[in-house]
């Protein structure tokens, strides 16, 4: 599994392209055969959103499960 790092980094090459293409589709302008593409990058994004969040959140919940244990 890639570090952090790498995934942010990923996340960040993946925004800019779509910034460019999100831009280009809300102004009618997107070529129809990189739709496909932009459908591909959005799906990217989602899914490294998700891999960034997952580490967080098992954390906080480990957290929250060791508080949990000192008050009782």
Not at 24 to 44: I, V
Request: hydrophobic letters at 35%; proline letters at 3%.
């Amino acid at each position: 599994m890639a570090n952090e790092n790498e995934l942010k980094e990923k996340l960040e090459e993946i925004n800019r392209k779509l910034m460019v293409m999100e831009w280009d589709k809300s102004h009618n302008q997107l070529n129809p055969g990189k739709l496909g593409m932009y459908n591909e990058l959005a799906e990217q994004r989602i899914k490294l959103e998700a891999e960034l969040l997952l580490p967080n959140q098992t954390d906080i919940q480990t957290e929250a499960n060791s508080e949990a244990d000192k008050t009782e």
